[in-house]
């Protein structure tokens, strides 16, 4: 899905409709991973309702928005999570979702095999338990395993396996090729954002600049990896990786969340960032209309990345990564590979850190009986 | 599901829009998302759309081509029709 110069700018001033729309199903979550970045946990008592939803996935398929990507929380939590992803399915809309495995049993298997248009990813966040559990919780691995296994059994056939990139996990990329492979299962593996939870983590488990360039000499060889082109900012490094290459927040990507507000993307669940809400509004007028994300489609100010070479190949990279440290929309990306990020953030004369405007984090860490 | 993979374009013979296939229009030209592959393809051109949209009413896309699109740009679109066919956007009819 290589794109032009051209092309890119004209995603750059937004599309009539995303084509990546993120649907947080709900913020209840049986998990209580470290670095969540819609810090979920409890049920929000204002989500949308079974009417609602369906409703939205109206409004979804009349703007011909191809796939939805479905995460949370855990949205297998929700009651109705079948009957609305076999409502959307049913309208020609693509559902991939995202899942932490755990109400993923051999029934559950059977009913997803049976759905045409879903893909499945599940999450790890390290090839064996030892790691991944640091981050997911205790149990969590072998529960996510135990969910890889009932998909194979059932036949559902090639399920993703999804991985965010932190400084213990980049070091096992060959390790989790092994264990793709060994189900049929295809990688996807993205960067970990300093949002939600992750504001705190961040700084202790973002891989090290030298881990980053490895991985994107990784990456070039196995195009076959899914990126969800989340590396962009590593583009920098020489050729482009394959994907738009862009900041696509309130261009060509948005969040809704639970409650039916809509945000500029899955990584900034902040008042910054709230463009409107479907019960409101309606998501259409939110996406065409809302004051924010026309300002977003203005032409970017490339600020201290101007003189820098590399601008045109990774534009100043994630807007919300410069924004959960502290730095300036025009500031490098804290992760930018020539290191000026770091720079930036070693001259903040206070850390600026914010915090998600949405926190629904259990109050206690909960264990995970397997 | 797989459908026949078509890496010889013919253009003497007759195409049209994979029933797998969904269009919907932007300001540069159009979106394509194919179903089955999950693939995202860029028409970038408005009249390459409408091309696309009304290849299948023609017996050939030579005859689509030529009925639709100026002679001197009759290259540049069947190269573009070969390669929406390469990604099963296009589809034998």
Not at chain 1, 74 to 100: C, H
Not at chain 1, 326 to 339: A, N, Q, S
């Amino acid at each position: 899905m290589g794109v032009d110069s051209s092309l890119r700018s004209r995603f750059e001033q937004g599309l009539a409709a995303p084509i990546c729309l993120t649907w947080e199903l709900t913020y209840a979550c049986n998990l209580a991973c470290t670095h969540c970045l819609s810090s979920s946990g409890r049920r929000d008592p204002k989500e949308l309702t079974t009417d609602e939803a369906k409703k939205l996935i109206d409004e979804i398929a009349a703007m011909q928005i191809f796939y939805i990507n479905i995460g949370g929380g855990e949205p297998m939590m929700r009651k109705d999570f079948f009957e609305l992803v076999e409502y959307a399915t049913s309208q020609n809309i693509g559902v991939k979702f995202s899942t932490n495995g755990t109400r993923l049993d051999a029934a559950a298997a059977k009913r997803l095999t049976s759905i045409d248009y879903l893909d499945i990813q599940i999450s790890i966040d390290g090839v064996d338990a030892l790691t991944s559990d640091r981050i997911r919780g205790e149990g969590s691995y072998d529960q996510a395993r135990r969910a890889m296994d009932n998909l194979r059994d059932a036949g559902f056939g090639p399920f993703k396996i999804s991985v965010v990139m932190t400084r213990e996990s980049v070091e096992q990329l060959d390790q989790f090729e092994q264990l793709a492979d060994s189900y049929g299962a295809q990688l996807r593996l993205t960067r970990l954002r300093p949002s939600g939870r992750g504001v705190d983590e961040w700084a202790n488990l973002h891989p090290s600049r030298e881990q980053n360039r490895e991985l994107y000499y990784w990456l070039k060889d196995r195009p076959q990896v899914l990126t969800g082109d989340s590396f962009f900012h590593l583009s920098a490094l020489g050729e482009p990786l394959d994907g738009l290459n862009l900041c696509g927040a309130g261009r060509v990507v948005c969040l809704i969340d639970p409650i039916g507000d809509v945000y500029a993307c899955p990584f900034v669940i902040h008042d910054e960032f709230l463009a409107g809400n479907v019960r409101a509004d309606g998501f259409e007028a939110v996406w065409q209309t809302s004051e924010l994300f026309t300002s977003l489609r203005e032409p970017g100010n490339p600020g201290a990345c101007a003189s820098c070479g590399s601008f045109d190949a990774c534009r100043g990279g994630c807007m919300a990564a410069k924004f959960f440290t502290g730095l300036e929309i025009t500031d490098p990306d804290p992760e930018c590979v020539f290191g000026h990020g770091e720079t930036a953030l070693a001259s903040q004369r206070v850390t600026l850190r914010r915090a998600s405007t949405q926190d629904h984090s259990r109050r206690t860490r909960i264990a995970v009986s397997s | 599901m797989t459908l026949v993979t078509t890496d010889a374009f013919d253009a003497s013979a007759a195409w049209q829009l994979s029933p797998r296939v969904s269009l919907r229009d932007e300001t540069f030209g159009a979106l394509a998302y194919h179903h089955d592959t999950r693939r995202l393809v860029f028409l970038k051109s408005r009249p390459l759309v409408s091309l696309v949209r009304r290849l299948g009413e023609f017996a050939t896309a030579s005859d689509a081509v030529t009925a639709l699109v100026p002679s001197a740009e009759h290259d540049r679109y069947v190269a573009a029709l070969r390669s929406l066919a390469r990604s099963e956007i296009l589809c034998g009819s």
